[in-house]
């Protein structure tokens, strides 16, 4: 089994949604052992906005590409092949002004390939990266699942969920920490509420396991 563990906050050790995806994939190979685990750090390792540069060969431009376009093109190409090679991805996604962090979204717009993670037919948009498992650890200032207000502002969970359903992804599961920011004990329950979600997803990845193999 090939797990990607995907971080993009930029706030370093003190970032919950790095606590939250290391304590996702750790207790996700504890679970099932022998799985590969690759580390993509979108911070250290940020690919740049998505230009018309890194455009280019998407469109079916195969001669005259220039050293820039070739060289953009190679990191679209390392990335895509990266997720579409992995079984399980675990994406840290912290709320940033009711949104994913920008490095994330370079991420998404790199996989975004048609004809890799996607196609259009005759019926509409099909997926390509079907079959994987997308565990999103979500950590948010304030609280936003308990109220349609709270719900309309959040452009985070929903978004990453629409998105990997166009790439053909169902099995989409949210690891939240939300009110982190609302003081220390309102913090401790976001992450002990965290943990709960991480049990009960590798519960449930336990329990697919065994049924396959029944």
Same mark, same amino acid.
């Given at each position: 089994?090939?797990?990607? #563990?995907?971080?993009?906050?930029?706030?370093?050790?003190?970032?919950?949604?790095?606590?939250?995806?290391?304590?996702?994939?750790?207790?996700?190979?504890?679970? #099932?052992?022998?799985?590969?685990?690759? #580390?993509?750090?979108?911070?250290?390792?940020?690919?740049?906005?998505? %230009?018309?540069?890194?455009?280019?060969?998407?469109?079916?431009?195969? $001669?005259?590409?220039?050293?820039?376009?070739?060289? $953009?093109?190679?990191?679209?190409?390392?990335?895509?092949?990266?997720?579409?090679?992995?079984?399980?991805?675990?994406?840290?996604?912290?709320?940033?002004?009711?949104?994913?962090? %920008?490095?994330?979204?370079?991420?998404?717009?790199?996989?975004?390939?048609?004809?890799? %993670?996607?196609?259009?037919?005759?019926?509409?948009?099909?997926?390509?990266?079907?079959?994987?498992?997308?565990?999103?650890?979500?950590?948010?200032?304030?609280?936003?699942? %308990?109220?349609?207000?709270?719900?309309?502002? $959040?452009?985070? $969970?929903?978004?990453?969920?629409?998105?990997?359903?166009?790439?053909?992804?169902?099995?989409?599961?949210?690891?939240?920490?939300?009110?982190?920011?609302?003081?220390?004990?309102?913090?401790?329950?976001?992450?002990?509420?965290?943990?709960?979600?991480?049990?009960?997803?590798?519960?449930?990845?336990?329990?697919?396991?065994?049924?396959?193999?029944?």
């Amino acid at each position: 089994m090939q797990l990607l #563990h995907i971080d993009s906050a930029i706030t370093g050790d003190q970032s919950v949604s790095r606590q939250l995806t290391a304590r996702t994939v750790a207790a996700w190979v504890e679970a #099932h052992p022998g799985t590969q685990v690759q #580390h993509l750090d979108l911070v250290a390792q940020a690919p740049a906005h998505f %230009t018309m540069e890194a455009m280019a060969p998407r469109t079916g431009q195969t $001669e005259g590409l220039s050293e820039t376009q070739r060289r $953009e093109n190679a990191v679209s190409e390392q990335l895509v092949s990266q997720f579409l090679a992995a079984d399980v991805v675990v994406v840290g996604a912290p709320l940033y002004n009711f949104g994913i962090p %920008t490095q994330l979204k370079a991420w998404i717009d790199r996989i975004a390939q048609p004809g890799r %993670t996607f196609t259009y037919t005759a019926t509409g948009p099909q997926g390509l990266a079907k079959g994987k498992t997308v565990i999103v650890a979500s950590s948010r200032g304030g609280v936003y699942s %308990t109220s349609d207000a709270g719900r309309a502002m $959040e452009h985070q $969970e929903s978004y990453l969920q629409t998105v990997f359903a166009f790439f053909g992804i169902t099995d989409v599961r949210f690891v939240r920490a939300e009110g982190v920011a609302m003081g220390p004990d309102a913090k401790s329950k976001a992450l002990d509420s965290a943990d709960s979600d991480i049990r009960a997803h590798v519960a449930q990845s336990r329990q697919e396991a065994v049924a396959e193999a029944a």
